[in-house]
């Protein structure tokens, strides 16, 4: 695909599923995502690849890993995940209009998930994030398949008297912080939820941005709420390593206690 690339071709390469890849780590990280710069902008890398992530579907471990931090810590590689059918039909396309590699993350829990495809006109560019539900309480990001259980976790818990906002990133790298931020500056309280174990993560990169560019108008500190730091589990045990609607409203009670 790099070869491919480099003569003038758009390659779109699908890893089967996500723990898979790291076969391809090295020519991922050292490789498509240098190229570009080491020839001095000579040379772009056009190349997608697809990589079938997350958890949900009952696998066993390589099945279901969530490996976007590896990626998304890697200059020169961008990093997108969509969370909508709609996000889906236009997201690959930018991808692969894309002149930068890009890691098109697909959760896989989503692949049976059936939504309005406007096909005639595309939401928001690539890299931005999105406001999908309005709440002045609390505000709820992540990506992926995430952002469904965030707003499982918004309906409830305004079955209860309080109001979340959910924020799906959709890039994981650039990330668009401009409606993150706004929404905080607004509720005062932030959670962030994600499927991949917590140290050293998405989650956490992007509690720190807040806390940094936010903090005055924090009410409580970031909480995060993501799966636990330990190789995933075999397939009876997901329903106790992935986030749910459960745990994200604990986390909700927590930042309120403040």
Not at 140 to 156: D, E, F, I, N, R
Request: glycine share 6%; with cysteine; charged share 20%.
């Amino acid at each position: 695909a790099i070869g491919l690339a480099m003569a003038g071709f758009r390659p779109v390469v699908e890893i089967q599923f996500d723990g898979f890849v790291f076969p391809a780590f090295d020519q991922i990280t050292t490789q498509l995502a240098k190229m570009t710069n080491r020839l001095e902008g000579a040379a772009s890398l056009p190349v997608v690849i697809r990589i079938p992530y997350g958890g949900h579907i009952g696998a066993i471990e390589h099945h279901q890993e969530s490996p976007e931090t590896y990626f998304a810590h890697t200059p020169g590689l961008r990093v997108v995940s969509p969370s909508t059918p709609n996000d889906a039909y236009w997201m690959i396309q930018d991808a692969i209009a894309s002149n930068d590699p890009v890691i098109f993350l697909e959760p896989k829990a989503k692949y049976w998930m059936k939504g309005e495809v406007d096909s005639s006109q595309r939401a928001l560019p690539l890299h931005a994030s999105r406001i999908v539900r309005r709440g002045t309480d609390v505000t709820l990001v992540g990506h992926g398949a995430m952002v469904a259980t965030l707003l499982q976790a918004a309906a409830l818990a305004e079955s209860e008297g309080t109001s979340c906002e959910v924020v799906d990133v959709r890039s994981l790298s650039p990330i668009d912080y401009a409606p993150i931020l706004d929404s905080v500056r607004r509720t005062g309280r932030m959670v962030y939820a994600q499927e991949a174990p917590g140290n050293v993560s998405v989650g956490s990169e992007v509690a720190a941005t807040v806390m940094e560019r936010a903090f005055f108008a924090l009410e409580s500190p970031v909480i995060r709420v993501s799966g636990f730091d330990v190789p995933f589990p075999p397939a009876k045990l997901e329903g106790t390593y992935l986030p749910d609607a459960d745990r994200i409203l604990e986390a909700v009670d927590r930042a309120l206690a403040y």
